[in-house]
């Protein structure tokens, strides 16, 4: 088992910064490569951005490329999504997602979830 939980969500202004965080605890969290996925009311669930269990390769979608940030910190068992430049359309709850086998935007592939954090830009 691994839990997860995120924190760092809030209320910014468009244009604004936010820093999203993924404490994970239980297995060894350096096994696992990490997803971060994002909801908005009334939408599926979307992919944002993932990592392999090393950091070494990230993935983005197209909608946060060049604006969103992912990293981790494995001796920290943290995974950070760095938000920068942010649109009203980012508004979502964000969720942080961990697999053995990462396939990046595939949210059936992650086994573990955290309970989200809710992002919400203002225009």
């Known amino acids: 088992q691994v839990q997860l939980v995120e924190s760092g969500g809030g209320l910014v202004q468009a244009g604004g910064s936010l820093r999203l965080s993924c404490a994970a605890s239980?297995?060894?969290?350096?096994?696992?490569?990490v997803g971060w996925f994002r909801q908005a009311p009334g939408k599926e669930r979307e992919f944002v951005a993932a990592?392999?269990?090393?950091?070494?390769?990230?993935f983005y979608a197209d909608s946060v490329k060049g604006r969103f940030t992912c990293s981790r910190d494995n001796a920290k068992n943290a995974v950070y999504l760095q938000m920068s430049s942010l649109k009203p359309e980012d508004t979502a709850v964000y969720y942080c997602?961990?697999?053995?086998?990462?396939?990046?935007?595939?949210?059936?592939?992650?086994?573990?979830w955290g309970q989200g954090t809710q992002v919400t830009v203002s225009s």
């Open positions: 239980g297995r060894t969290f350096s096994n696992y490569g």
């Open positions: 990592l392999s269990w090393s950091g070494g390769t990230i």
């Open positions: 997602a961990a697999s053995r086998t990462l396939i990046p935007g595939a949210s059936s592939n992650y086994a573990y």
